[in-house]
Antibody, heavy 119, light 108 residues
Framework: QVQLVESGGGVVQPGRSLRLSCAAS????????VHWVRQAPGKGLEWVAG????????FHADSVKGRFSISRDNSRNTLYLQMNSLRAEDTAVYYC????????????WGQGTLVTVSS | EIVLTQSPGTLSLSPGERVTLSCRAS???????LTWYQQKPGQAPRLLIY???NRATGIPDRFSGSGSGTDFTLTISRLEPEDFAVYYC?????????FGQGTKVEVK
């Protein structure tokens, strides 16, 4: 079955960096779009970034452009999110999700990893 | 950038009732890229409806989606206890994925 397992979350000071990982299994990772979506405490869902199945195209929300970078390693079936210059407003649960190429929906989600930006 | 506005913000209902949730786009969108998700407290979102009207695998037929252009609707024909949750619409366009702010369906 499809599984997405995020890791790398934790408490980090403002201005510092953190890298999240998402290990995928149960499907052919290299043939799917994959995304990061976040949810601040008590708030709604916010799409953060997405990456084409072969890594050739990357997309980032305006709120993180220039600070966050999505990447993938298809040989390791792993998705990454490099987060630099972190701010308090980046505090959230970060989910990775598989994306359908045709419908552009996010059809499977991990359980999320919490990132807290605080001094 | 397209903005999705969901209404109402909260619905207080009883099991067995019919539910209609609205998702309005700031400009006309491609129906094939309109999606609905359900999220329960402490859980990841779950895909419900894709392409505006297609149920995802394993989703009960009491859930249905409809709409086109700027107005989309998620309907639950008869609320079950497990349907109390937050529902989000989402759209893809111009290399951006956008979520609505969500509608909470709570027990009356």
């Amino acid at each position: 079955q499809v599984q997405l397992v995020e890791s790398g979350g934790g408490v980090v000071q403002p201005g510092r960096s953190l890298r999240l990982s998402c290990a995928a299994s149960g499907f052919t990772f290299r043939t799917y779009l994959v995304h990061w979506v976040r949810q601040a405490p008590g708030k709604g869902l916010e799409w953060v970034a997405g990456i084409w199945y072969d890594g050739s195209e990357k997309f980032h929300a305006d709120s993180v452009k220039g600070r966050f970078s999505i990447s993938r390693d298809n040989s390791r079936n792993t998705l990454y999110l490099q987060m630099n210059s972190l701010r308090a407003e980046d505090t959230a649960v970060y989910y990775c999700a598989r994306g359908d190429l045709r419908t552009r929906c996010l059809d499977y989600w991990g359980q999320g990893t919490l990132v807290t930006v605080s001094s | 950038e397209i903005v999705l506005t969901q209404s109402p913000g909260t619905l207080s209902l009883s099991p067995g009732e019919r539910v209609t949730l609205s998702c309005r786009a700031s400009q006309s969108v491609y129906s094939d890229h309109l999606t609905w998700y359900q999220q329960k407290p402490g859980q990841a979102p779950r895909l419900l409806i894709y392409g505006a009207s297609n149920r995802a695998t394993g989703i009960p037929d009491r859930f249905s989606g409809s709409g086109s252009g700027t107005d989309f609707t998620l309907t639950i024909s008869r609320l079950e206890p497990e349907d109390f949750a937050v529902y989000y619409c989402q759209h893809y366009g111009s290399s951006l994925w956008t979520f609505g702010q969500g509608t909470k369906v709570e027990v009356k």
